[in-house]
């Protein structure tokens, strides 16, 4: 079946420092990725997606490459904020058929720290 | 209220009682699906509805009961829990059930549920 891993955490950084979040996938066909981010006491909001190979998702700083040749879809952003700490879950939705169904990750969380 | 809301957002609940969580999208989707979050797991899908119907069915145990009465509505009806149910809980909503590319959700902010 589909599956989504990522790294586990919790990754610590100072601000201002470079993040990436890895993420590998699962899957038969061709899913689309995302990645959702989970602020303290709320539910998960869509960061970014890609929907085919090659293709980048950005959002607040924050870039995905999809790369179907290494099945991967890591998350990088340049400089990182302590508003930034959070869980980092990574998906897949793969097409069944029957509709549309998200495969996540067990979520990543980041620390940031001034 | 925009969004997805979900109420309430903490229930302490004995093994004996029976419960629900309440969940209403403002967005004007069609499709509802219930998640469990437990820490350390991937999110589990447990209930998908399209148009009120129930088109999924993650092998939940019957004491979880969905029901969807309209497209911006979606309840959870809990009886006879277990401690290991103990989780949060979260509702989504999107457009569509999806084609190819998939149609993104928007999720609530769960309801954190103890079981004692």
């Known amino acids: 079946g589909d599956s989504v891993t990522q790294m586990e955490g919790p990754v610590t950084l100072s601000e201002e420092a470079f993040l990436t979040i890895n993420c590998t996938y699962t899957?038969?066909?061709?899913?689309?990725l995302f990645w959702y981010v989970q602020y303290p006491g709320e539910g998960l909001q869509l960061l970014l997606k890609a929907t085919k190979a090659d293709d980048k998702g950005s959002n607040k700083g924050f870039e995905a490459t999809y790369r179907k040749e290494t099945t991967s879809f890591h998350l990088e952003k340049g400089s990182v904020q302590v508003s930034d700490s959070a869980v980092y879950f990574c998906?897949?939705?793969?097409?069944?058929?029957?509709?549309?169904?998200?495969?996540f990750g067990t979520g990543t969380q980041l620390k940031v720290e001034l | 209220e925009t969004g997805v809301t979900q109420t309430p957002r903490h229930l302490v609940m004995g093994m004996t009682n029976k419960k629900s969580l309440k969940c209403e999208q403002h967005?004007?989707?069609?499709?509802m699906y219930w998640y469990k979050q437990s820490a350390k797991k991937p999110l589990e899908l447990m209930f998908v509805y399209s148009l009120e119907e129930r088109v999924e069915n993650n092998s939940v145990p019957s004491r979880f009961s969905p029901e969807c009465p309209n497209s911006s509505h979606l309840f959870l009806h809990l009886h006879t829990l277990q401690p290991e149910d103990s989780a949060l809980y979260l509702c989504a909503s999107s457009q569509e059930i999806g084609g190819p590319l998939g149609y993104e959700q928007y999720f609530g902010p769960g309801t954190r549920l103890t079981v004692t």
């Open positions: 899957a038969t066909g061709y899913p689309s």
């Open positions: 967005l004007g989707h069609n499709a």
């Open positions: 998906a897949l939705s793969a097409y069944t058929g029957g509709g549309n169904k998200l495969t």
